[in-house]
């Protein structure tokens, strides 16, 4: 079983641990905007960038969502997608108050397929249920060819490794 920390303190993760060099699992999650069924993972035929945060109400997440944001203008060809358990109508909120235009912004709230299917719902501890700090890159034919589960909940993740592996 995986694991991070959140303020030092370990914490288990549940569902199937996805690895770089694995098909990256295509799972169904909830758009911000409107409500629509957003796909990420598997081939796509494009480049994606998979952010994963437990909370935009977070001070840490809210920095990541910025930065990745005004990042993703940057490189073209990729599809960034922010997922996180939060309620869709919240995302969108975050979203048009933060002027979050570049990317797509996700809930996975309804069935948690997207923490299961990548190995990111945090088990135990403080926040049990929601999804843990982590970036994926999949390639276009859906091979998952970064992957970082943040030590440290608490901390950003490495923004240029990330980038990095989706030029």
Not at 20 to 29: E, F, L, N, S
Not at 133 to 148: P, S
């Amino acid at each position: 079983m995986a694991t991070t920390k959140l303020k030092g303190n370990v914490v288990n993760l549940a569902g199937n641990e996805v690895k770089v060099g694995d098909k990256a699992p295509q799972v169904t999650v909830v758009n911000s905007a409107g409500l629509a069924d957003v796909l990420v993972g598997g081939a796509q035929g494009v480049k994606q960038l998979i952010i994963v945060v437990p909370s935009l109400d977070t001070a840490v997440c809210a920095t990541e969502t910025r930065n990745f944001n005004k990042k993703a203008s940057e490189i073209e060809g990729v599809k960034t997608t922010v997922v996180s358990m939060d309620l869709p109508f919240a995302s969108g909120r975050f979203c048009s108050a933060e002027g979050i235009d570049k990317l797509t912004v996700a809930s996975d709230f309804r069935n948690k397929d997207f923490a299961n299917a990548y190995g990111v719902l945090i088990a135990d501890g403080a926040l049990r249920g929601v999804t843990c700090r982590a970036i994926f890159a999949v390639d276009a034919n859906g091979i998952v060819t970064y992957k970082e589960i943040v030590p440290e909940i608490t901390e950003e993740p490495n923004y240029q490794a990330a980038l990095a592996a989706v030029k």
